[in-house]
């Protein structure tokens, strides 16, 4: 079992908005603003997408989004495009002893 | 151009020892953190320990403390992930990462840099 909880899948069509949550505790998500989103194509290295809760490194689409409420951080996805279907990951410190922990991952599909 | 190259696939019996390499070129990488993330066959990332190559300092995940030694050879910009007995648990993907930094900042949980990965099977 994963230490950050994401949906196992989700889905949208070409155009449209989709969220992918990502819910852990106050020792993680809740307690730094150091959550960060992968994209993952299979048979494909993750790729950064968002850092820092809501940073974008050079290069990445402002369609993509992140956010954070809580213990729940959230990855959105406007305008989707074919080429966004992957895997997403969200991961997060997690503090000095523990460090960096991962979501369970979701499945984005494209209609 | 930065690049992570990782060594290649293994194929390992239960009980073996292995090291695996991620050799960096490309920007200075004593002064970068490297990470060691697994995925498993099927399975989600799983973060398992980091090191600072100008001085080896080193963190592991408490899931992999033991299990596990992450190292690096300055001379070569090369940083190691090595295993003392393998177990077929250990089938997985391992990747290597470099930690995201700007100018100005350097960024927990953030990895801007991959290596293709290393596919490692243990299997009697």
Same mark, same amino acid.
């Given at each position: 079992?994963?230490?950050?909880?994401?949906?196992?899948?989700? $889905? =949208? /069509?070409?155009?449209?908005?989709?969220?992918?949550?990502?819910?852990?505790?106050?020792?993680?998500?809740?307690?730094? #603003? @150091?959550?960060?989103?992968?994209?993952?194509?299979?048979?494909?290295?993750?790729?950064?997408?968002?850092?820092?809760?809501?940073?974008?490194?050079?290069?990445?689409?402002?369609?993509? $989004? =992140? /956010?954070?409420?809580?213990?729940?951080?959230?990855?959105?996805?406007?305008?989707?495009?074919?080429?966004?279907?992957? #895997? @997403?990951?969200?991961?997060?410190?997690?503090?000095?002893?523990?460090?960096?922990?991962?979501?369970?991952?979701?499945?984005?599909?494209?209609? | 151009?930065?690049?992570?190259?990782?060594?290649?696939?293994?194929?390992?019996?239960?009980?073996?020892?292995?090291?695996?390499?991620?050799?960096?070129?490309?920007?200075?990488?004593?002064?970068?953190?490297?990470?060691?993330?697994?995925?498993?066959?099927?399975?989600?990332?799983?973060?398992?320990?980091?090191?600072?190559?100008?001085?080896?300092?080193?963190?592991?995940?408490?899931?992999?403390?033991?299990?596990?030694?992450?190292?690096?050879?300055?001379?070569?910009?090369?940083?190691?992930?090595?295993?003392?007995?393998?177990?077929?648990?250990?089938?997985?993907?391992?990747?290597?990462?470099?930690?995201?930094?700007?100018?100005?900042?350097?960024?927990?949980?953030?990895?801007?840099?991959?290596?293709?990965?290393?596919?490692?099977?243990?299997?009697?």
């Amino acid at each position: 079992q994963s230490a950050l909880t994401q949906p196992r899948s989700v $889905s =949208g /069509s070409p155009g449209q908005s989709v969220t992918i949550s990502c819910t852990g505790t106050s020792s993680d998500v809740g307690g730094y #603003d @150091y959550v960060s989103w992968y994209q993952q194509h299979p048979g494909k290295a993750p790729k950064l997408m968002i850092y820092d809760v809501s940073k974008r490194p050079s290069g990445v689409p402002d369609r993509f $989004s =992140g /956010s954070k409420s809580g213990n729940t951080a959230s990855l959105t996805i406007s305008g989707l495009q074919a080429e966004d279907e992957a #895997d @997403y990951y969200c991961c997060s410190y997690a503090g000095r002893y523990t460090f960096v922990v991962f979501g369970g991952g979701t499945k984005l599909t494209v209609l | 151009e930065v690049q992570l190259v990782q060594s290649g696939a293994e194929v390992k019996k239960p009980g073996e020892s292995l090291r695996i390499s991620c050799k960096g070129s490309g920007y200075s990488f004593t002064t970068y953190w490297i990470g060691w993330v697994r995925q498993m066959p099927g399975k989600g990332l799983e973060w398992m320990g980091i090191i600072y190559p100008a001085d080896s300092d080193t963190r592991y995940s408490p899931s992999f403390q033991g299990q596990v030694t992450v190292s690096a050879d300055k001379s070569s910009s090369t940083a190691y992930l090595q295993w003392g007995s393998l177990k077929a648990s250990d089938t997985a993907m391992y990747y290597c990462a470099r930690r995201y930094c700007t100018s100005t900042s350097c960024y927990l949980g953030s990895y801007d840099y991959w290596g293709q990965g290393t596919l490692v099977t243990v299997s009697s």
